[in-house]
């Protein structure tokens, strides 16, 4: 599983697989930390103890509620959360949408352009009709 750096592959078929197969809060185990309510970065916990969660990076959160130790007006509202399916799509929505900004299509060869074709037309059916 690809864990190098800040940022951890939300695509990476593995995850969901980590999540179920290891008891929440466990060490190695992925989770998700949520920013104003919301999926906002994947993450793994590195240490349990008895009162604190110390994840990826080496922020804290509190075991009982899950809430960041030693937050910031701008990182308040942080609470590490399980990785569930729900979330993990978020991630990978709001990852999608970073990527796509940067894209640069090749449209050279007949398999890219067909394969890319697909990726446009789903991309408009799953936003629905533009006006």
């Known amino acids: 599983m690809h864990t190098t750096g800040a940022m951890m592959d939300v695509f ?15 060490p190695g185990t992925f989770a998700v930390i949520e920013r ?9 916990i590195e240490t349990a103890e008895e009162h604190l969660y110390t994840v990826h990076g ?4 509190a075991r009982d509620t899950g809430f960041r130790l030693n ?4 990182n308040r509202t942080d609470q590490l959360v399980p990785l569930t399916e729900a979330r993990l799509t978020y991630l990978q929505v709001l990852a999608f949408q970073r990527e796509v ?10 398999a890219q352009v067909r394969a890319y074709g697909a990726l446009a037309r789903a991309w408009r059916q799953a ?3 533009t006006s």
């Open 12 to 26: 990476d078929p593995a995850l969901l697989d980590n999540a179920a197969q290891s008891p929440w809060g466990t």
């Open 36 to 44: 104003r309510g919301r999926p906002w970065r994947l993450t793994c």
């Open 58 to 61: 080496g922020q804290q959160y």
């Open 71 to 74: 937050a910031t007006a701008a």
């Open 101 to 110: 900004t940067q894209w640069q299509p090749s449209l050279d060869a007949p």
């Open 127 to 129: 936003s629905g009709p």
